[in-house]
């Protein structure tokens, strides 16, 4: 049976990257334990709204837990606590108790600018995956697809690694502000099938190169990134990266 | 160079530099071991490791390698820092996977450095700087007299204290560093992941263990047991 919760919520109000931004609070009354938490949010803001206040801004898009777009960091932990692997839209109230204070912030990392509120930007990652995180194929008909064999347990982690939803909990987790399981799922999801094979070592040292680049922190193999992964993502792919990016500069 | 340009280049020379530093820990524990049987025996380990040539020359390598290590830590730290951002988190939950010294590995550090001060000063100082200087009669005991130096150190309490926490923190420090190293080096994955962390665990407990043995037997009854 669900049940009525009331709690307190305090939410990240920032006006843009340069604004020093502040904690605003409210208290939540009678709220069902089967709302998810971006309902939660959308109550919140119909509530804002008819008071003739701005509403709280925070990303979302299919709420099903597969574009990663949603990213808010819930009483310490990227997501919230879930246990099992979920984003922020599968995450329902029934996870909190009545009288709870919930704190929502945005990914704080200097890579991930604050647009507004808990939006931030992302776009850094899909510069790191335009760098390299493709094969390059000629276009055509499709190949038969058993034309190149491929071991059932290689196809399985590869296809583990592509579950990477790219929303960046990894970086918000890791006191670093590394994005290493995020570019070593994406380099692994190649590196693990023979169509990406060819392109391996470009592909590890654009990708790095481009992370570095973009001001990512270096990986000290805390494991907060796997802990908090929505997608279960290993941090046995960073081993991996690395042992990608170190053969691929010996070879040079 | 891609060992000083990328972040991964950079974790490598700390992984190198690392391993290398938990090699010496094994040899130097070893070394300590015979005092625990023989005073002759390990003074004759001192005289051979004093101002010697290939002494004198492992002693500069380990002096690069501790000095690469700790620079690159504070290069990599402030870089990490400065990913993180400006804005702190005002929650923060610490996963349970996630182990305390892993987060901590610089503070550890730290430690560990101004451990290894006191304790060259406790006996480098005295034995191969002396001899180097021509003066092996400068401290308490004679240059080569290894033995008259672990006594004299350990009866003093307060010492004994001191590397204890030392070793505390070097094992903390191992814990982490030992599987984390083979990471970075890309030697490690989903089964071996649980290996590495077994090993690593029982070896710098061993490790570690060693060298509280003798500070402890010297503390408690000097070279008279």
Not at chain 1, 209 to 236: H, Y
Not at chain 2, 174 to 192: M, P, R, Y
Request: with cysteine.
């Amino acid at each position: 049976m669900a049940k009525n919760i009331s709690f307190t919520i305090k939410y990240w109000k920032q006006n843009g990257p340069k604004d020093a931004g502040h904690f605003e609070q409210r208290e939540m009354k009678d709220i069902p334990d089967d709302t998810s938490f971006l309902e939660m949010l959308d109550i919140l803001n119909e509530e804002l709204i008819e008071e003739g206040k701005e509403p709280f801004v925070f990303d979302h898009d299919c709420r099903e837990g597969i574009c990663g777009m949603c990213s808010l960091y819930i009483n310490g932990t990227p997501h919230g606590k879930t246990e099992t692997g979920a984003t922020t839209c599968q995450l329902y109230m029934r996870r909190f108790n009545d009288g709870d204070v919930i704190t929502v912030e945005p990914w704080r990392s200097a890579a991930f600018p604050v647009i507004k509120d808990c939006m931030v930007d992302r776009s850094a990652f899909d510069k790191i995956q335009q760098a390299g995180g493709y094969i390059t194929v000629r276009t055509g008909a499709p190949q038969d697809a058993n034309a190149i064999l491929i071991p059932k347990q290689n196809a399985d982690e590869a296809m583990d690694c592509a579950t990477c939803i790219g929303c960046g909990a990894c970086v918000a987790a890791c006191k670093n502000g590394s994005a290493m399981l995020f570019v070593s799922s994406k380099v692994s999801q190649f590196a693990l099938l023979p169509q990406g094979r060819p392109e391996a070592a470009k592909r590890a040292k654009a990708m790095v190169a481009k992370m570095d680049e973009l001001g990512f922190g270096n990986c000290t193999n805390t494991r907060a990134c796997e802990a908090v992964c929505p997608k279960n993502e290993s941090i046995a792919n960073i081993a991996r990266l690395n042992r990608e990016f170190i053969k691929a500069k010996l070879n040079d | 160079m891609w060992l000083c340009n990328s972040s991964i280049g950079r974790k490598v020379i700390m992984s190198v530099t690392g391993v290398a530093l938990i090699l010496f820990l094994t040899f130097h524990a070893c070394m300590n071991v015979v005092a625990l049987f023989s005073e002759e025996g390990y003074n004759t380990v001192c005289e051979l490791l004093g101002a010697n040539w290939y002494a004198v020359a492992a002693t500069l390598v380990l002096a690069a390698l501790v000095a690469i290590h700790f620079i690159y830590a504070i290069i990599l730290t402030l870089q990490n820092r400065k990913a993180r951002g400006s804005n702190r988190y005002a929650v923060t939950d610490r996963p349970e996977k996630v182990e305390w010294a892993s987060q901590n590995m610089f503070v550890l550090g730290v430690i560990v450095v101004v451990g290894l001060l006191l304790h060259l000063y406790n006996f480098w100082y005295n034995m191969m700087f002396a001899e180097l200087i021509g003066d092996p009669y400068m401290g308490p005991c004679y240059a080569g007299d290894g033995y008259g130096y672990i006594v004299e150190t350990f009866s003093n309490p307060i010492l004994t204290v001191l590397y204890v926490v030392w070793f505390v923190a070097i094992w903390f420090h191992l814990t982490h560093g030992f599987w984390s190293a083979l990471q970075t080096l890309g030697w490690n994955g989903k089964v071996w992941f649980q290996r590495w962390k077994t090993i690593g665990t029982w070896y710098v407990t061993i490790l570690m263990a060693l060298f509280l043995v003798v500070a402890l037997k010297f503390a408690f009854c000097g070279g008279a047991c």
